[in-house]
């Protein structure tokens, strides 16, 4: 019986686990892609100036 919930643990832990890093690289991805537009607006921005 004990063996049987050391499994279930460790399967809990492993999609909690799988949860978090999902949430994250989609957070990651998200703010990257804002971090890049930023930084092309920016850039275009310093280009126009004479």
């Not at 978090?20 to 703010?31: K, V, Y």
Request: charge should be positive.
């Amino acid at each position: 019986m004990k063996e049987e919930k050391a499994e279930d643990g460790k399967r809990l832990v492993c999609s909690a686990y799988c949860l978090l890093l999902s949430a994250f690289s989609l957070f990651f991805i998200s703010h990257l892609s804002t971090l890049i537009l930023a930084f092309h607006v920016g850039c275009s921005r310093i280009n126009e100036k004479p």
